[in-house]
């Protein structure tokens, strides 16, 4: 399964975009890739998930380019709910195992 | 219906006790998973059932047993339980098969702490 690197911990503002970015270099010709979001005592939520180029749904876009050794989750105009730890995975549609990364704590701030 | 529940939210048990979580979804789902996650810490897989039977135990230790006794429900039976089991422990649920690829929503776990 591909390792994923995440920043630690990041920090914005409340209206600005976040772009947080996820490298899983040794990804696999099959593997996709899935971000989740954690709010403190809760269990994770799906966001988005990929497989090249963008993607965007209601509540992010996923950014990937074209060797998918990288992606990018982009928040646009967070507000202080988007508090969170934003989780960066490989998945493939073959793999049982789920393996969270360390992922990202976003803080907002007013 | 798109929730997982989990009960009890918190538990507090001896290290003699035996207990038990369980997990709960209505979604038609068949695949079932439990992972544990520590403070500061990234989810860890435990266990996976496929269609009611066990498909993965990442070498668990034996003081947790897990049991899926039809397509909705699931449980972990806790047993002579050590200070360190103490963490979160988080049921989800998924289409069939599980995969890392299919979303999988997740319940709002347990507070496990064992003195």
């Known amino acids: 399964l591909a390792k994923t690197t995440q920043p630690i911990s990041m920090d914005s503002y409340e209206g600005q975009e976040v772009n947080i970015t996820c490298s899983h270099n040794?990804?696999?010709?099959?593997?996709?890739i899935t971000w989740y979001q954690q709010f403190p005592s809760q269990g994770p939520r799906f966001i988005i998930q990929?497989?090249?180029t963008k993607v965007t749904n209601e509540v992010a876009s996923l950014f990937i380019p074209a060797d998918r050794k990288s992606s990018t989750l982009s928040l646009p105009r967070v507000s202080l709910s988007d508090t969170a730890v934003y989780y960066c995975?490989?998945?493939?549609?073959?793999?049982?195992?789920?393996?969270f990364g360390a992922g990202t704590r976003l803080f907002v701030k007013a | 219906d798109t929730e997982v529940t989990q009960t009890p939210k918190h538990l507090v048990m001896g290290m003699t006790n035996k207990k038990s979580l369980k997990c709960e979804q209505h979604m038609g789902h068949r695949a079932m998973y439990w992972y544990k996650q520590k403070a500061k810490k990234p989810p860890e897989l435990m266990f996976v059932?496929?269609?009611?039977?066990?498909?993965i135990n990442e070498s668990v230790p034996s003081r947790f047993s897990p049991e899926c006794p039809n397509s909705s429900l699931l449980n972990l039976h806790l047993h002579a339980l050590q200070p360190e089991d103490s963490a979160l422990y988080l049921c989800?649920?998924?289409?069939?098969?599980?995969?890392?690829?299919?979303?999988?929503?997740f319940g709002p776990g347990t507070r496990l702490t064992v003195l």
């Open positions: 995975l490989v998945a493939n549609t073959g793999g049982f195992k789920t393996i």
């Open positions: 040794n990804i696999a010709t099959n593997d996709y």
């Open positions: 059932y496929s269609y009611e039977k066990l498909s």
């Open positions: 990929g497989y090249k």
């Open positions: 989800a649920s998924s289409q069939a098969p599980p995969s890392s690829y299919n979303e999988q929503f």
